[in-house]
């Protein structure tokens, strides 16, 4: 049981440049997320899944994209990167029960836009 | 949409001592989580409380959701305890994502 995974744990880009950060669950959670923290703050929202079939904006969505590919994984696109997206981006999970609301976080990617 | 204030936003203790973290959130919640965020900018499950009290080992955490503030108790605090603590909250209503506040910085010194 491995929880939350995310790949790659580090990685640098040049302005323009795009990629695709992956998170799993193993956890047969419904709803996912995907968060960002810069530096000295608390994580933002950057969109969230809230189960299968469905995504919806958060707080910070500008710049990015995502794809719910099935229950397990949801990936997370920046098509065109920017400086402002040097960022720790971290993916979550929760549920699968009603009422059931927990968050377990992966253990991030520390992406740089130079 | 929702507010969380942490304080203190810094704390340096020595090995051994006791502390208190509080954390303010400004509408009603149906989650609310501490975790710990490690030197390797790990983030850590530390309690998932509502409501109510709960205890960890050295650890407690106190949620009042009527009065809207929770707290985590940490005892005889360790030099492993450092890093960055943060209180995160999930709204009755609206987006069912957690909103996180600014985070205390607790440095335990030997």
């Known amino acids: 049981n491995a929880g939350v995974t995310q790949t790659p744990k580090f990685q640098v880009l040049k302005t323009g440049q795009s990629m695709t950060l992956q998170c799993a669950q193993d956890m047969n959670h419904n709803s996912m997320y995907w968060y960002r923290q810069d530096p000295g703050m608390g994580l933002r929202l950057i969109y969230y899944?809230?189960?299968?079939?469905?995504?919806d904006k958060g707080e910070v969505p500008n710049g990015y994209n995502v794809s719910r590919l099935n229950k397990r994984e949801f990936s997370l696109r920046l098509e065109s990167a920017a400086p402002s997206q040097t960022s720790v981006y971290f993916c979550a999970s929760s549920g699968p029960g009603q009422g059931v609301y927990e968050q377990f976080f992966g253990p991030g990617t520390r992406l740089t836009v130079l | 949409g929702i507010q969380v204030e942490q304080s203190p936003p810094d704390l340096i203790l020595q090995e051994g001592a006791n502390s208190t973290l509080r954390c303010n959130f400004s509408?009603?919640?149906?989650?609310l989580q501490w975790f710990h965020q490690n030197p390797w900018g790990q983030l850590i499950n530390l309690f998932y409380?509502?409501?109510g009290t709960k205890q960890n080992g050295r650890l407690s955490a106190t949620t009042v959701a009527t009065e809207r503030y929770s707290l985590l108790y940490i005892s005889s605090s360790q030099t492993t305890d450092s890093g960055v603590y943060f209180c995160?909250?999930?709204?009755?209503?609206?987006?069912?994502?957690?909103?996180f506040g600014s985070g205390t910085r607790l440095q335990v010194q030997p």
């Open positions: 899944s809230a189960s299968e079939g469905t995504t």
């Open positions: 409380i509502p409501s």
């Open positions: 995160a909250v999930r709204q009755d209503t609206g987006r069912r994502a957690l909103t």
């Open positions: 509408d009603s919640v149906n989650n």
